[in-house]
């Protein structure tokens, strides 16, 4: 799992608004489904390329899937974002 993976699964507007959804907590697939207007497949194939770029866990529970943002690495590409930001700032200061 790299930035690249990371970022193409960003780049869908669909995703980023799943893990904005995914801010409150874990939620179930079928949970996550109700807020689109596209089929559960769609969900589910989405959800996949997110699980797979590593930025969301998921669980099983009886018959349901409940996802999760995966903090470590939401949090591993905004220190990357931050330091370049900083890098920049510097470069400005000499």
Avoid at 43 to 64: C, F
């Amino acid at each position: 799992m790299g930035f690249q993976q990371s970022f193409k699964a960003l780049s869908d507007p669909i995703r980023r608004d799943i893990l904005a959804l995914l801010r409150a907590g874990p939620m179930a697939a079928g949970e996550i489904a109700s807020h689109f207007d596209v089929s559960g497949a769609t969900i589910s194939h989405h959800l996949s390329i997110l699980r797979d770029a590593g930025l969301v866990l998921d669980d099983k529970q009886g018959k349901y899937i409940y996802y999760e943002l995966n903090m470590s690495v939401v949090d591993e590409i905004l220190g990357w974002i931050t330091s370049l930001k900083g890098e920049e700032q510097d470069e400005k200061s000499h």
